[in-house]
């Protein structure tokens, strides 16, 4: 009974590895249907998962159907950068790809690896989008990118049921956001749950404090660097923050530690661990799957305090379908997704807020959606995330640049000068290269 | 030593061949052998080496020559010398002790007969994808006991010996004559026999005031030798009501401990609030005190330990890789251990053998090549671990917990985009690797020399 | 051979206590480390049963005292899922030929390390088990470009001479330390017999390093059936594997507990059928050396 191991298991194993190696031959193919994109097979990449790819997908399907075409989609994860630039490395880069970064886009542009929009796909963007957006698709001058997904990064949302037993109004100003914090700390439960995560959250809060505080022209000039971060307008910003951080009375223990999910389950869990929560809209989806309570009922939201008589400002965010190779399939689907009805396929289907200013704000599926979507469309000041406008060394690494550093401020909230020099530190080296 | 046998013993009926052609001859089978793997090792890891040791040589954009100094960047960088640091850690603890619990487990196993069973449960853990893992034991050490399997343990454990306070996460209304002082509260100003002292509270959760409570009602004036007041919670629906006053359906808190302090800090007379929040304190002699609630009554229940804080958070996730590495150390030796000549250990026995020394002087030496590859492999993962380092730390724990391969992700890929310096730091891996192998040179040609 | 008769084993102080592991002791040992080796991997089957917003709630002990929030849920979700379940097939396409290959090419590579002698052995012995220490992450970009420029980026055969060239490293020095064990006289009298050593490695030297070829097998397999950096680079949406395919499905911003342990336990079934498999070699072999 010797063991025949060497011998005899290869043949079989040689013989599925050929097999193997044939069926991947034969995957692929298009579907046949009318149309004018008849046999072409398209791939597009974006870091939707779950019930947002499903989503995703049912818009690409209307294209599939309209013209004829076989698209595929695959989701790149969180490491859309690294994925993206090591395919276009290997030279099978995906046809349409729709990343979350301007930075991004300015990166992938400079290189040569983006297509410009054709002259269809420019007009078709112009009809729908206002300046603020069409110029954060533009690199150099040229325009290359088309915002299909959109978020609003301002509203705070809140548990209605701790609002109500303490007996706590909406604040429309910082002082009453403080004193509305206080009051919901009084009656017993922490007035705001904050989640360090891996530090994006806290950007976010830095960058509707700095906007509301400095006002969009120093916003503009800060993005850009143009202005250090030991700028008096950031130590005034970084101040404001820590008068909240720093009052362990209102806030739940714990933030430094805590992920993003868990502070939004902290607030809308059974029983509730804090009155507030704040990040963009997409705390909506958060509810929804990981907690019982019902959004527009048990949760709402309010938007982010204006702070010194600031004027309505949003923070936004948004995904940007890029092209990244030329032909005519792909540029048919960039001019689609341009039009309010693809938008209008997801917006219908929730959890989604669309920056295409022809989309029917009666097709949301609810108020807060509806809500979120003209705030973010009829802000007065409208900015765009500013960590995911910096070079992502700096605004966009786990584990460095304004992410880790802002971890650091949360932990210890009265070193406002030393966190500004490493923030300036920081972003010095990211820019420099 | 074979090349000794074939010169001297006559080839039977086949072509004598010289020792020099045979020896050739010998080279060429081996290169044979050796060729796919070669080709392999070549192209696909050799060549990545050679090419990340010419780009740590480049700046960022992979233009700009910068000799050395990406390594000079990266020895005066702190963040390096922590991760070095987390990794010299890691080798001293994590392979030995993986070793010997799979040696041990893979020994003792035999003498069971549900070794199947007890095999597959640890080899379980290998089998679990690395961010899985990474995944159970985030969420096991969380600080939360109330999601925390660890904390919810040590909670438990606590609460049974000590059952908690009656009115947690209480404190004193601001501007109200009352302080927190070392976790208690206390009054600001002394009181004398025949004063009074309240103690407005808030931050207590409604469902905390048990149903005895009843609205609270100012005191009765102090006789002699005492001091009265109303603890109670000075919170009203909508913020309404005056903050420091009572009135407006204010309720009163029972079973308040409340002390007397005399001017040496010692606890002269206690007494407990009634169910509207009064309390009386008698048998005080003349002399000024300050009135003060222990802070028994409001310590916030215990929460556990910060197993994923700062200092901890290393130690967790070395635990995580021994729960699943340890099962690879005991496939291997188990694997070694059948490999065995079982008739040299039974002589040993018959000979009057213990079992520890069989183990001692036949099995273990024995199972020394085995034990060398576990060892070894071990170590060179441990310097290259990067999964469970990167997914189990929070945050704000990331910067202590960090080792080199982290390091090197977030410089390269992670946004950072500096493949020159994320090279420099993967080629400071396999430079940290050149000790352990050199050490086992010897031992090779030891071997080759049996 | 001593003659026969009743000896007393020695009393030494090691002696004694491994006479004290009788066979109760171990067992009660045995089976307290297997207890709490379960205990995370029953947390994670749990959880894999659970809903997401319980999940977010209370911990997984909770199903104890509240039985009725277990689910299958997550299971359903994944099991109807056409490309989940797709791409377990693209996984084994993917793991099969690597292990094979990596046993195949690894054993011929150990046994030249072990028993043919040539100039500079050691040496590049010592450097192959360098190259064990070099991250995949290093070769991402460098290997990208190469499988590009010879058109095989994207395709299953690129993923697995990723996978085999990553294997050969441990795959040789195992195999090379086992195959050094092999008695040097079997070898010595085949050569004399005139065996090539093509011959001998067939005949003597891979029937004899059955259980160290099992253990490799089983852990190629293992690790290329849970990588998923690499699937996920290089391969496109028809090829993916069960990796890649779970990571679709999460949430962007949850925690995704539910899904990923759901993933985690049927994505674990196949390794552990292949665990079942191969190390019935280890006893088998036991039992052989006996009766050699």
């Known amino acids: 009974m010797k063991s025949r191991f060497g011998r005899r298991a290869t043949a079989p194993l040689a013989l599925l590895a050929v097999s193997a190696l044939a069926l991947t031959a034969c995957s692929g193919g298009g579907d046949s249907g009318s149309g004018k994109l008849n046999g072409v097979t398209l791939n597009v990449a974006a870091d939707w998962s779950g019930a947002e790819q499903k989503n995703f997908e049912q818009v690409l399907d209307k294209f599939s159907k309209d013209t004829g075409a076989k698209v595929n989609y695959t989701s790149y994860g969180s490491d859309v950068a690294t994925t993206l630039g090591t395919k276009i490395q290997g030279g099978d880069p995906p046809d349409v790809a729709v990343i979350p970064q301007p930075g991004l886009l300015q990166d992938l542009a400079a290189k040569g690896n983006l297509i410009p929009l054709s002259d269809a796909v420019s007009e078709t963007v112009h009809k729908n989008y206002s300046q603020d957006w069409i110029d954060l698709g533009s690199a150099d001058g040229k325009e290359y990118g088309v915002w299909f997904k959109g978020a609003n990064k301002s509203t705070v949302w809140y548990n209605t049921k701790v609002y109500d037993d303490a007996g706590a109004t909406v604040p429309k100003t910082w002082d009453d956001f403080l004193k509305q914090l206080a009051l919901i700390s009084d009656s017993g439960t922490p007035g705001l749950s904050v989640g360090a995560d891996v530090g994006w959250p806290l950007t976010d809060w830095f960058e509707n404090v700095y906007l509301r505080t400095a006002g969009p022209d120093k916003y503009d000039q800060l993005s850009k660097h143009e202005i250090p971060w030991t700028d008096p307008s950031v130590i005034e910003a970084l101040t404001v923050l820590s008068g909240l951080w720093s009052d362990s009375s209102l806030l739940q223990p714990g933030g430094a530690q805590r992920t993003f999910g868990d502070s939004v389950t902290a607030v809308f869990g059974d029983p509730p661990e804090a009155g507030t929560v704040y990040e963009g809209d997409f705390v909506a989806g958060n509810i929804t799957s990981d907690t019982k309570a019902k959004v527009g009922e048990d949760a709402k939201f309010y938007d982010f305090p204006s702070i010194n008589g600031s004027k309505n400002a949003v923070v936004g965010g948004g995904n940007v379908a890029v092209q990244l190779k030329d032909n005519k399939g792909a540029a048919a689907l960039m001019e689609y997704l341009a039009t309010p009805e693809a938008a209008s396929i997801w917006v219908k289907l929730g959890g989604f807020t669309s920056p295409n200013k022809n989309v029917d704000t009666a097709d949301y599926p609810d108020d807060t959606s509806r809500q979120i979507a003209e705030a973010l469309v009829g802000a007065e000041s409208f900015r765009f995330d500013m960590s995911d406008l910096a070079p992502s060394a700096f605004g966009g690494t786990k584990g460095s640049g304004e992410w880790q550093i802002l971890i650091d401020f949360y932990s210890n909230p009265s070193d406002v000068q030393g966190t500004a020099q490493k923030l300036e530190d920081a972003a010095a080296a990211a820019w420099a290269k | 030593m074979t090349d000794q046998v074939t010169t001297t013993v006559p080839a039977t009926g086949r072509s004598a061949r010289s020792p020099r052609s045979r020896g050739g001859r010998k080279t060429v089978t081996a290169f044979l052998f050796l060729l796919p793997a070669l080709i392999l090792l070549g192209a696909l890891i050799g060549y990545p080496v050679l090419y990340t040791a010419w780009r740590s040589l480049y700046d960022a954009t992979g233009d700009g020559f910068l000799g050395l100094g990406n390594y000079v ?26 070793t010997i619990l799979g040696l041990i487990f893979a020994v003792l196993m035999n003498r069971i007969k549900w070794a199947t069973a007890f095999k597959l449960i640890i080899f379980m853990p290998m089998a679990i994808s690395m961010v899985a893992a990474g995944v159970i034991f985030r969420t096991a050490f969380q600080e939360n006991p109330n999601l925390g399997a660890a904390n919810a343990v040590i909670v438990g454990v606590h609460d049974l010996f000590d059952g908690g306070s009656e009115y947690p996460g209480a404190r004193p209304r601001e501007n109200a004559g009352i302080e927190l002082k070392d976790d208690a509260i206390v009054g600001s100003g002394a009181v004398k026999p025949g004063g009074s002292q309240d103690f407005p509270l808030v931050g207590v959760k409604a469902d905390s005031i048990p149903s005895t409570a009843e609205t609270a009602k100012a005191a009765a004036d102090a006789g002699g030798g005492e001091v009265t007041g109303t603890v109670w919670l000075d919170f009203v629906r909508g913020g309404g009501g005056e903050p420091g006053q009572l009135g407006d359906g204010k309720k009163g808190l029972p079973d308040v401990t409340v002390n007397a302090i005399d001017s040496s800090g010692a606890v002269v007379s206690t007494a407990k609030t009634a169910a509207d929040g009064t309390y009386v304190l008698s048998d005080l002699k003349s002399g000024s005190y300050t009135i003060g609630l222990p802070s028994s009554n409001f310590t916030e229940s215990f929460t556990g330990i910060s197993w994923l804080g700062p200092g901890l958070v290393t130690g967790v996730i070395i635990l995580a890789y021994i729960w699943i590495w340890a099962g690879f150390a005991m496939v291997m030796i188990s694997s070694g251990l059948s490999a065995l000549d079982p008739s040299l250990q039974e002589a040993a026995r018959l000979d009057g053998a213990n079992e520890w020394q069989v183990f001692r002087r036949i099995t273990a030496p024995l199972l020394a090549p085995v034990l060398v590859v576990v060892f070894i492999t071990l ?25 080199i391969a982290v390091q090197m992700w977030t410089v390269s890929f992670g946004g950072g985009n500096d493949q020159g310096l994320g090279s420099a730091l993967a080629i400071l891996l396999l ?20 | 051979m001593s003659a026969p008769g009743i000896v007393k084993p020695k009393r030494t102080l090691g002696g004694r206590i491994v006479g004290f592991f009788g066979r109760g002791v171990v067992n009660v040992v045995l089976a307290v480390v297997a207890l709490f080796w379960l205990v995370p991997s029953i947390g994670l089957f749990i959880s894999s049963l659970r809903d997401s917003k319980d999940i977010g709630q209370s911990g997984w002990w909770t199903v104890f005292t509240r039985p009725a929030q277990l689910t299958l849920e997550n299971y359903a979700g994944l099991l109807g899922n056409a490309q989940f379940l797709g791409s377990f097939w693209n996984t084994i396409a993917i793991t099969v030929p690597t292990t094979a290959l990596v046993v195949i090419i690894g ?7 072990a028993w043919i002698t040539f100039p500079g052995r050691d040496w590049l012995l010592i450097v192959v088990i360098v190259l064990l220490a070099v991250p995949l992450q290093v070769s991402l970009i460098p290997i990208a470009k190469l499988f590009g ?3 095989i980026f994207g395709s299953l055969v690129g993923v697995i001479i990723f996978h085999t060239a990553f294997g050969l490293p441990f795959a040789i020095f195992l195999l090379r330390n086992f195959f050094i064990q092999i008695p040097g006289e079997l070898l010595e009298a085949a050569r004399l017999d005139g065996a090539s050593e093509f011959r001998i490695f067939t005949r003597i030297v891979l029937p004899l390093g059955g259980p160290a070829i099992a253990s490799l097998a089983i852990f190629q397999f293992l690790w290329t059936w849970n990588d998923m950096l690499v699937a996920l680079i290089f391969t496109n949406a028809g090829s993916q594997p069960v990796t890649v395919a779970i990571q679709s499905q999460l949430r ?15 994505s674990m079934i196949v390794p552990l059928i292949v665990f079942f498999a191969f190390q019935r070699y280890f006893v088998t072999a036991l039992l052989q050396g006996s009766t050699k």
């Open chain 2, 73 to 98: 960047k990266m020895f005066t960088d702190p963040a390096t010398f922590q991760s070095i640091r987390n990794n010299v850690v890691w080798v001293i603890v994590a392979p030995v002790t993986c």
């Open chain 2, 379 to 403: 170590i060179i993962n441990v310097l290259k671990i990067f999964d469970l380092v990167y997914v189990i730390p929070p945050g704000s724990s990331l910067p202590s917990a960090s080792v």
């Open chain 2, 431 to 450: 430079i940290l690797v050149l000790p352990f192998m050199i050490i086992n040179v010897r031992r090779f040609r030891r071997e080759r020399d049996r």
């Open chain 3, 107 to 113: 054993s011929l590579a150990g046994y030249a390390f």
């Open chain 3, 149 to 151: 420029s010879i058109g």
């Open chain 3, 252 to 266: 962007q911003f949850g925690a995704n507990v539910d899904v990923l342990s759901a993933g985690a336990f049927l």
